[in-house]
Each structure stands twice: as C-alpha cells, then as structure tokens.
C-alpha cells in the first residue's frame, strides 16, 4: 500500500502539473484562435460587404450579415455606413434580433474592420463573438483533465493492486502451491502453471490503449468541429477565398473558388501564378509585394477560369502563422459591372458622335437659327447665326435676344418671340437691316425632348438676292414694255425728222437771209435735240445682248474719261479719275459699261458748275454679306433733292431743261445687266454721287488686300 500511495501521489503531482500547463496552454491557444478567427471573419465580412456597401443594396447586405451570422460564437454584427447603422444582435435565446450598433453587451471580443472598395474608405463592419462557447469548452476540458487525472490514479491503483495481485502476489501463490505439489507430488495435475500469469498483463495494456484511443477520438472530434465551423465561414462569403503562400501555392479556398478552377485538384496543382491574365501579372506581383511589406493591399485583375476571363477586385491581407507569411484574400466579381461600363461608354461615345454629327449638320445650316426659351433666351445658335452676331457661343447662351441688338434683324426677332409667348402659333415677317440687306424672320415653337418646355425656332432667311431678282424681272418688265413702245416711237419719229432735217439742209441759202437766220437756229436746234431723244429711245428699247469677257475696270473708266474731254473742256470743268491699276478684272461687256460711265460723267458735268471738278474713285467693299468692286462719280453741284433720291434712275425723269430723262435709266439697265447695282446720293461736302457696285466672284476679301 505504501508503494501504491506513493506512486498515486507522485503520478498526481505530475498529472496535476503537466494538466495545468496544458490547460493554460490550451486556454491561450483557443482564445488566441478565437481572437484570430474573429479577425478573418471581421476582415472577410469587409470585404464581403465592400461592394453591396458601395452599391447601397440594403438587400445584399442584410445576406452577408445572415451569411456570416451561423456560427453560434458570432453574438452580433454591425455595419456603419453613409451616417446609417445596420445590425444583428442575440438575445436571451439565441436568435438575431435588429441592432442599431451602439450598446455593446460586455465580455465580447470585438472586431472591427474598415469596408474599402476602390482604394477608399465607405463604412466600417464590427464583428461581436462571445467567448461563452470557449468557457464552457475550457470548463469541459478542465472537468475531463480532472476527471482523467482521478481515473488515472483510480486506474494507476488499481492496476499497482493487479499488478502486485497478479505479478507478485499470484504468482508467488502460486508458485508457492506450485512447488508445494512439485514437492510433496499431490496435486500436481491441478497445480496452476506460470506461462498464464502473463495473461492479466496483456489485457490491461489494451484497455490502457482503448483509453488513449477514446481520448484521441473526443480530440479529433473537437478539431473537426472546428475545421467545420471555418469552411462554414469561409463558405458563406459570396466572393472568392484563398490562402497563398509566398511562393503561390494554394493553401486554402472556398468552394466559389473551387468552382471558378473547375476543381480542387487544379487548384492544388498550380503552383504558380497562372490563374491571373498574363498582361496583369507583372502589376500582381508588385501588389503581393505589397501585401508583404505593409500588411495590405487592393488590387484589380482578369483571372483565367476556365475557358473565360472575369474582373475580379482583389483585397488581401498579410497573415504569420508560427513565423512563416501568407496571403489571405478575397475577391470580388466584377465583370458584369465593366461590362456594363464599357457599354455605358459605347453608348456615351454613341451619344457623343450623334451629338457631333447633329451640331455639324446644325452649323453646316448657311440660314442663321436660333433656339430660345419662352422667354427669350438665347440656348442654341449655329455657326451662321454667331457670325450673323460677331459673338462668340460662350457669350450668346444664356442671353435674352432682346440684348443682341436694337437694330435689324433683332428689333423684328425680338418682336416676333413676343407675340408667339402670347399667341402660341407660328408667324413670319420681312425687314431690312442696316447694310441693305432684307431678311426673311420664321419663327415656331417646339417642346424641349428633356423636359417638355416650350421652345422657339427662329430662321432668319436672307432674300436679299430674291427681293432684288423680284424687283429687277418687275423693272425689266416695264422696260421691256416701255422699250417696244418707245422704240416704235422712235422709228415713226424717225423718218419725220430726217425729212424735216433734210428740208433745212435744202433751205439753207433761203433760211441765210437776214430775219430767217434766228429761227433756222432755233429750228435745227430743236430738231437735233429731237434726234438726239430719238437715239436715246432707241438705245433704251434696245435688247440686252451682251458680248461677255474678262476685263479692266481701270481701262473702260480712262476710255469713258478720254470720250468726255471734249465736253468737258466745252462746260468748263475737270474730269480727274482716281482709279488705280490694282483691281481684279471682272466679267463684262466693255462697250456697254464705256456707255455707262459716259453717260455718268455726262450727268456730271451737266450738272457741275463752271470751275468745278467731276472726280472718279474706285475701291473694294463689303456689302449685304459679299465684297464688290465700287465705281463712285462725283460732281461738285447742288447734288439731288431729297425727294428725288429714289426716281432718279425711272424713265424720263430730269432735273434739268431740256433732259430727256432716260441717260441714268440706261446705267442702270446696264449695270442691272451686269448683275450690278447703282446708288444716287449726295455729298456730305456738297454735290451728287452716283455709286454703281460690281461683284467679285471667289475670296473678295483676298482681291481687297490686292487693291489696298
């Protein structure tokens, strides 16, 4: 007993001692796996939330929060995101109840983890795991540590009992009885033999074993229960999940990565890195690095899966487990939303190239449009119209048309988008602006596509060149009219007067005498006056027959002026022309156009006092939106009565005795002719001016620079 008692007390202090460290050892081991546990799953549930988070979808986020609710150790979860606090909270018994995040019931382990997504910050996730399910395994495991350490010396004294029953004491029996019958030879059959002492001994080895076996399954049993709880978790995250080494093997995934590999045996042959596209490896790399020296990093990348590659958004961690480093990461597909962003920029891209090719049409458009709302403001112009301004379209949006200009077109725009706010229906009307030109103002309304305002569609159509072709085929008419009349007067006028000519031609001698002299004057007088109104009308009601070339304006004015010299010098008055040799030539009929300036340089000097000076001048203007040649005759006398300004150039209209009214209608038939144009006016210095305007075909602004 002695031998037991102390073998007993011995076998306790060590069991007791070794029992102790082990569970220290296994109560810092669990709650630092538990600690560890906790972290993984606060950090999985970042990421896993990062893009439900990032998308707002309330849905989404309420599954990760149930998803990583499971395990029974997970107390509560709370997300904080967008000022909003999200969460899950046990109670009393057991199940999940709603929880705002703010009261913390004390004694929990707490994670929190900051939820990124593209390099940024968007909420925080705080992972609440009670330590009640580690008490109650410690005090499990202390209660069997106790209970082992009880059996085992229960066990170790009863087995010193056995052993010294069956080994010592039984056997020396035995042998005793053994050779009590070897000796005295009674018995000897009946006698035990020694060979089956050893029996006993074998049998407590086995239970011995079937002990340590049981103790090993309960172990194996727990670990498993563990190893369970984490596929669990790792399971549940949406995502992807791996664990890699720093060389690249795979150590641990979840079953979505398992699925994207088509397997978990591909996963655990590739040891390297061919699962990321090769245009992206070289960036991997610098990110695992990354991951390595700070502990953390976000990387995008295509992943090779099968016979497809994904966008996937990676978030990884650093991990040390007994000195040696790995990655733990998760990721995200993303491939649907690039999709989607790629055809969201096709389709802006689209949009933007229809917008480009509208407004290229839009400005093509040479007819000034504009686009404004109900009240007058400027939204839209094209490249006509900014011209038509001298704005630029930064400067014209937004600004009412009543500030363009008080002057026309705008007065008359102004005017019409007044009356169509009131009346609500379209209308039109003509004007004319400053620099001769007239224009034809349409204006409609239209409902904006965005938002159904009302909006108004101003055209401003310039028909300067339909108005003067109008009032030239109306001229032309008349003179066509008046011209057969008047040419038929001519000829029956004509004969008359050559009879009448040739009868003084006769009576000379008789008209010599004294008292016939006077009215033979005054006779042929009249009568060459006649003639002279008879060729006149001739040449009036001639028909335009035009014999075009290319020539010089300066040569037909210094012939003109050479013609007149004679006149000139007769009246008393200079005749100076200004024209220069740098003008370009022009399409016309030369002889037609001497006749023109003839016939001005006539007027002038008709109408210029003795002394005067009758000046011809030249230059390259700009008028009604096209350049021309300009041609001005000025004289210096009493110039033309305000009243008269606009008959001048009708048909038998004169301002002096004896005219017949028909020189200046014949310029500007002539010059009409020549798709020209002719102006009277009067000197601001005293005197007329007649201004006849030719036009320049092709860059008019270049042959004015040429002239200047």
């Not at 909006?455 to 072709?469: A, K, N, Q, Y």
């Not at 008047?486 to 009868?503: D, K």
């Not at 060729?535 to 075009?548: Q, T, V």
């Amino acid at each position: 007993m002695v031998v037991a008692a102390t073998l007993v007390a011995v076998t306790t202090v060590l069991l007791g001692t070794y029992g102790a460290l082990t569970y220290r050892a296994d109560a810092k081991a669990q709650r630092d796996s538990l600690q560890s546990l906790t972290t993984r799953q606060a950090t999985e549930l970042s990421v896993a939330l990062a893009l439900p988070v990032w998308n707002v979808d309330r849905a989404q986020i309420d599954k990760v929060i149930e998803a990583m609710s499971q395990p029974k150790s997970v107390y509560g979860i709370a997300v904080h995101t967008a000022g909003e606090d999200v969460g899950r909270l046990r109670n009393s018994d057991g199940k999940f109840r709603p929880w705002d995040g703010k009261s913390e019931p004390e004694g929990m382990l707490v994670e929190e983890q900051t939820i990124i997504f593209g390099g940024h910050p968007i909420g925080t996730a705080r992972l609440l795991v009670t330590p009640e399910y580690l008490r109650n395994d410690l005090r499990s495991s202390l209660v069997r540590l106790v209970t082992t350490i009880i059996a085992v010396d229960v066990l170790l004294v009863l087995c010193t009992y056995l052993v010294l029953l069956r080994v010592v004491v039984r056997p020396l029996n035995e042998i005793e009885e053994y050779a009590v019958a070897v000796s005295t030879g009674v018995g000897l059959q009946n006698a035990p033999q020694p060979e089956s002492l050893f029996t006993a001994d074998l049998e407590n080895l086995r239970s011995s074993i079937a002990t340590m076996v049981l103790q090993l399954d309960q172990r194996y049993t727990e670990l498993k229960e563990q190893e369970d709880f984490t596929n669990t978790a790792i399971n549940a995250i949406t995502g992807v999940f791996f664990v890699q080494d720093r060389e690249g093997r795979f150590i641990r995934w979840n079953d979505n990565m398992a699925r994207l590999a088509v397997g978990d045996h591909l996963l655990a042959d590739r040891s390297e890195r061919r699962l990321i596209h090769p245009d992206d490896r070289e960036h991997v790399e610098q990110k695992i690095s990354e991951v390595f020296e700070t502990g953390q990093a976000e990387v995008e990348t295509r992943l090779v899966l099968s016979s497809e590659v994904k966008n996937y958004v990676l978030n990884a961690r650093r991990m040390d487990v007994r000195g040696r480093p790995f990655i733990v990461a998760t990721g995200v597909d993303i491939t649907e939303r690039r999709q989607a962003e790629a055809e969201q920029r096709r389709l802006q891209s689209e949009i933007a190239r229809s917008a480009a090719e509208w407004k290229e049409t839009f400005d093509t458009v040479t007819t000034p449009i504009l686009i404004t709302e109900e009240n007058g403001a400027i939204v839209r112009v094209n490249r006509a119209a900014l011209e038509l301004t001298h704005l630029s379209e930064e400067q014209i949006s937004g600004m009412p048309i009543a500030q363009l200009s008080s002057t026309e077109p705008w007065h008359t725009a102004r005017q019409l988008v007044s009356y169509i706010a009131t009346e609500h229906h379209g209308t039109s009307a003509e004007t004319k602006d400053a620099d001769g030109r007239t224009w034809d103002i349409n204006i409609s309304h239209f409902a904006a596509p965005n938002d159904g305002s009302e909006r108004f569609i101003l055209v401003l159509w310039e028909i300067t060149g339909i108005v003067e072709l109008q009032e030239s085929l109306r001229r032309s008419e008349t003179v066509s009219a008046m011209g057969n009349l008047v040419a038929g007067v001519a000829h029956e006028v004509r004969n008359p007067l050559f009879g009448i000519s040739a009868t003084l031609d006769a009576y000379q001698d008789e008209m010599s005498r004294p008292g016939y002299v006077e009215f033979a004057a005054t006779l042929r007088q009249e009568v060459n006056r006649l003639i002279h109104l008879m060729k006149e009308l001739l040449e009036y009601g001639k028909p335009g027959a035009l014999s075009i070339e290319r020539g010089s304006i300066q040569d037909v004015v210094a012939q003109a002026v050479e013609s007149r010299k004679q006149a000139a010098r007769a009246a008393h008055v200079r005749v100076v022309s200004d024209m220069s040799n740098g003008f370009p030539t022009l399409l016309m009929d030369p002889s037609r156009l001497r006749q023109v300036f003839e016939n001005l340089i006539d007027n002038a000097i008709q109408h210029s006092e003795r002394g005067g000076k009758v000046q011809i001048s030249g230059s390259i203007v700009e008028h009604a939106g096209r350049h021309w040649v300009e041609c001005r005759v000025d004289d210096e006398g009493q110039g033309f009565a305000v009243e008269d300004l606009e008959r001048v150039f009708e048909p038998f209209f004169t301002m002096r005795d004896g005219g017949t009214g028909l020189g200046l209608s014949i310029v500007q038939r002539i010059v009409e002719e020549h798709s020209g144009k002719v102006f009277a006016a009067n000197r601001p210095e005293g005197g007329g001016s007649i201004r006849v305007l030719f036009p320049l075909a092709g860059n008019g602004a270049a042959a004015k620079s040429v002239a200047s």
